[in-house]
């Protein structure tokens, strides 16, 4: 059974930082390639952040310059470096991970909220 747990998030004053992480545990499951996706009340899940296999990042367009996407193959985790943070940040933020598992499996959320 894969599961990520996620960690990081709260609340923080705009231009502030907060960072993510996503950790594979309790299972053989290595993390190939992962995303962030955040949740905002009312609207869609969207894309943030992805990583590949080789280690090549995208970003969505609203985070391009202030978000960092990194994966530690040694560690198995995932870290979103969220920075100069807008109140429009705030949302639920997901985890996803395509690994040594089929399937893609999502992290718990976590909330991160941005106060102006």
């Known amino acids: 059974q894969v599961q990520l747990v996620q960690s990081g998030g709260g609340l923080v004053q705009a231009g502030g930082s907060l960072r993510l992480s996503c950790t594979a545990s309790?299972?053989?499951?290595?993390?190939?390639?992962s995303g962030w996706f955040r949740q905002a009340p009312g609207k869609q899940r969207e894309l943030v952040a992805h990583?590949?296999?080789?280690?090549?990042?995208t970003y969505a367009d609203s985070v391009l310059g202030r978000f960092t996407i990194s994966k530690d193959n040694a560690k198995n985790t995932v870290t979103l470096q969220m920075d100069s943070l807008k109140p429009e940040d705030t949302a639920i933020y997901y985890c996803?991970?395509?690994?040594?598992?089929?399937?893609?499996?999502w992290g718990q959320g976590t909330q991160v909220t941005v106060s102006s």
């Open positions: 990583i590949s296999n080789i280690n090549r990042t």
């Open positions: 996803n991970a395509a690994g040594s598992i089929p399937g893609v499996h």
């Open positions: 309790g299972s053989t499951f290595r993390i190939f390639a």
